[in-house]
Structures are given as structure tokens and as C-alpha cells.
């Protein structure tokens, strides 16, 4: 392969969202930084949105792991 270089990184992270907001027909959780996650959990930021009749919306948190 000439003039390029595929990298593979397996490096996992863990991505805390906390019920933020609720709209008539959504909920968004908005990242938590730190909580025992990673000093460089801060190097994501925003939000998702989440149907309120979805199985999700249940919940008051919501874990990503990347």
C-alpha cells in the first residue's frame, strides 16, 4: 500500500448522559462529564434525543461506550 496507512484503535470509552429535558415529544440527555469516568470523558460534548415512547426515554441515564 503505497501513500496510505490504516490505524486501528480499540481504545474504549465510556460516555455518561444524563436526562436533561423534556419536550412534548422527546427527552434530552445531555453529557456528564467526570463521575468516575475518564479525566478525557470532556473531550465530548452534546446532547441526544430520545422518543418519550421508547423503552429508553425510561430511563434517568444513559451509558455510551465508544
Known amino acids: 500500500m503505497h501513500g496510505r496507512k490504516i490505524v486501528t484503535r480499540k481504545v474504549k470509552k465510556m460516555i455518561k448522559l444524563i436526562k436533561d429535558k423534556e419536550t412534548k415529544t422527546k427527552i434530552r440527555y445531555t453529557v456528564k462529564n467526570g463521575a ?17 415512547d ?8 444513559i451509558v455510551l461506550e465508544i
Open 54 to 61: 421508547s423503552d429508553l426515554a425510561k430511563e434517568t441515564e
Open 36 to 52: 468516575g469516568f475518564p479525566a478525557d470523558s470532556g473531550a465530548v460534548t452534546g446532547s441526544i434525543y430520545v422518543d418519550k
